[in-house]
């Protein structure tokens, strides 16, 4: 594994005595601090569904990080970045700790699809290479007020800045675009959850057949349980893997922060994952979990080891706040919370014989907005 050189690690949570800082710790301190950057820096989109208000770095060994620059605990972060003559560097205290590359806008965002849609709206690129879209920027659960109070799912459609439903043919012409630029080597396709018990995997279905009818890029949609028969219609039209999220172990939080989402049963979850892993493999199906919205560190390492058991990649994130939710004054949890805890879930998934890098398309494979991979690799290193 890279080592950083030894740039002011005095300064980081986590420092071993007599060892370099490492890649696995700047990236967890990253992704839970920020980094102050100045007006002239775009700092990405504020809203949507996924982790928002960031930049994508791509930090030594070619990992990349989705760095927040928007929320307001950026403002605490004591790490600035700076950009001299096009070249990008971290600094803390004044000291410099690294260079970086800062992921440059794609230039298909300023094309237009034949039907005339704007192509920045139709998808957008996430981290350094997977294109990503909500098919459906409506949900169900924020129509009957259960919404999750952390997601920016309609918000990106009251600021003009996406269109409310996607077109395949229009996916497949800004699919094309982003392959033809070099952008584009996975795709992950989501959805708002409709009111239909497919849970919106007709939608994501007849997406991905048709973007592989042109195109052989593996592809990830993410999807509330649905009932089998829609699995199975997924991995039928080619869907390589898949993303069950169910954001949260501790019930009593979920319910708080995910009223809609928390009414799926817990075994409703587990058949969802045990049929999807017997469709698409094992490390192919995923499920995002949130650190940070109330629940202790047991019930995120008691719901890994279930998950991990069943051949499902637990996607550990720290909480990251979207303006204008319900949750966009709250912080994310610490580093020095996130280091111990990733490095325990590393093991877990170890235990298990779970390789993340494994994973073929999405949230897994991109890895920007978690530190799960680093502290895979960092343990495997550390016991040989």
Same mark, same amino acid.
């Given at each position: ?51 928002? +208000? +960031? ?61 005339? %849609? ?18 459906? %920027? ?6 009957? +007020?259960? +919404? ?46 409709? @009111? ?25 949609? %993410? ?60 490390? %192919?199906? @995923? ?83 978690? @530190? ?13």
């Amino acid at each position: 594994m890279f080592i950083l050189p030894y740039f002011a690690a005095e300064n980081f949570v986590n420092k071993r005595p007599g060892k370099p800082l490492n890649l696995f710790n700047l990236k967890t301190e990253l992704l839970c601090k920020g980094v102050k950057a100045g007006n002239s820096i775009e700092k990405g989109r504020k809203d949507g569904a996924g982790p928002a +208000g +960031g930049r994508y770095l791509v930090l030594p060994n070619n990992s990349v990080v989705n760095v927040p620059l928007w929320p307001p605990f950026v403002n605490r972060s004591d790490i600035v970045l700076r950009g001299f003559d096009s070249r990008w560097s971290l600094f803390k205290n004044g000291d410099k700790i690294i260079d970086v590359e800062l992921i440059t806008t794609p230039k298909f965002y300023t094309r237009k699809t034949p039907s005339g %849609q704007s192509m920045y709206k139709i998808a957008l690129l996430h981290g350094k290479d997977c294109l990503a879209t909500t098919l459906l %920027q409506r949900c169900v659960h924020w129509s009957n +007020g259960n +919404g999750c109070k952390f997601c920016g799912i309609e918000l990106s459609l009251r600021n003009d800045s996406t269109i409310l439903r996607k077109t395949p043919r229009d996916l497949v012409e800004v699919a094309g675009a982003a392959v033809e630029e070099g952008v584009c080597r996975h795709i992950t396709l989501t959805t708002g959850t409709p @009111s239909t018990l497919d849970r919106g995997a007709k939608l994501l279905a007849k997406a991905t057949k048709e973007i592989k009818n042109h195109y052989e890029v593996p592809i990830h949609v %993410q999807l509330e349980p649905p009932e089998e028969k829609y699995l199975e219609l997924l991995a039928d039209v080619g869907v390589d893997t898949v993303g069950i999220h169910i954001e949260n172990f501790d019930r009593i939080v979920l319910k708080q922060v995910c009223p809609g989402k928390a009414k799926v049963s817990f075994e409703e979850y587990l058949n969802s994952w045990r049929e999807a892993v017997e469709l698409f493999g094992e490390a %192919q199906v @995923s499920t995002y979990i949130i650190a940070g919205l109330g629940e202790k560190d047991e019930s995120i390492l008691k719901g890994v080891e279930t998950v991990a058991r069943l051949g499902v990649i637990p996607f550990l994130v720290p909480f990251r706040p979207i303006i204008g939710t319900e949750f966009e004054n709250r912080s994310p949890p610490s580093a020095s919370r996130m280091i111990p805890l990733y490095e325990k879930v590393a093991g877990i998934l170890r235990d298990y014989n779970l390789d993340p890098s494994k994973n073929l398309a999405g949230c897994v494979h991109c890895g920007a907005c978690s @530190s799960i991979l680093e502290a895979f690799v960092c343990r495997d290193e550390d016991e040989s």
